[in-house]
């Protein structure tokens, strides 16, 4: 029974060592494959905060993205801008023919170079039509403050086409002249307005003389100043698609 004992330990002690081998090297081998694994992980996985971390060199910054450019839309505007004032000054014309021929039959009649009666036959004609004339450019000049001047000032304008520079500068002109207009057709309405009441018996004629000798003052100034507006070197030439370019 020791014979057999002393030989069977050795051997037992063999294959457990062999066994202890064996296993030790599956596990070395699985090891290695779970590394290799590892090293093949996809971006696509839930444990994805480095493998999908883009480089340095791609990653995009918000202040590199192109930034789009913004339309300049000041020509088109000053263009609009300047057929606006053109149609209200249209409308000034008829209105201040009349009543620069009403003031200057006055201008006439002091220095002796028409009669009364003449003055007389110059103010009854200028007459009609007078207030169809007046309504017609305050209609006009009504759709101009709906619609609005939009056109830079040429002190604000800044850098800018040689194409815009001018048609700022010719808006700004016009508009001059547009409120001188203004301001003389308005002089020109009050008096149309007193004639009428003359004519009608609500106004005496001392009281009338009194107010036309006011307005006859008032109006040489005022179409002075008009016609020192249009006289603007800027308004020789025209915006791109004005009525005056056309």
Not at 69 to 80: F, G, L, N, Q
Not at 97 to 109: G, I, T
Not at 137 to 147: D, G
Request: hydrophobic letters at 40%; charged letters at 20%; a negative charge.
């Amino acid at each position: 029974m020791q014979g057999n004992g002393g030989t069977t330990a050795p051997a037992r002690l063999l294959a457990l060592t062999f066994l202890v081998g064996t296993m030790l090297g599956l596990l070395g081998v699985l090891l290695w494959v779970s590394v290799l694994d590892s090293d093949d992980t996809p971006s696509g996985t839930t444990d994805n905060t480095v493998a999908s971390e883009p480089e340095p060199e791609q990653r995009s910054s918000p202040s590199a993205a192109p930034v789009p450019a913004v339309a300049d839309t000041r020509a088109e505007r000053c263009s609009e801008a300047a057929a606006g004032l053109e149609a209200a000054l249209d409308a000034a014309r008829p209105a201040l023919r009349q009543w620069d021929v009403h003031v200057e039959a006055m201008n006439q009649l002091v220095v002796g170079e028409i009669t009364l009666q003449q003055a007389t036959r110059f103010w009854d004609r200028t007459r009609l039509g007078a207030q169809r004339n007046v309504d017609h450019f305050r209609e006009a000049w009504k759709a101009l403050e709906r619609s609005g001047v939009d056109c830079p000032a040429p002190d604000l304008l800044g850098p800018a086409p040689a194409e815009v520079r001018s048609c700022s500068r010719i808006v700004d002109a016009e508009l001059g002249v547009a409120r001188a207009a203004r301001t003389s057709i308005s002089t020109w309405d009050m008096h149309v307005q007193h004639m009428d009441m003359l004519r009608m018996g609500t106004l005496s004629p001392e009281k009338a003389t009194e107010m036309w000798l006011d307005m006859w003052q008032r109006g040489m100034r005022d179409l002075g100043a008009y016609r020192a507006a249009a006289r603007n070197p800027a308004l020789e030439v025209s915006c791109p698609g004005s009525h005056a370019a056309d």
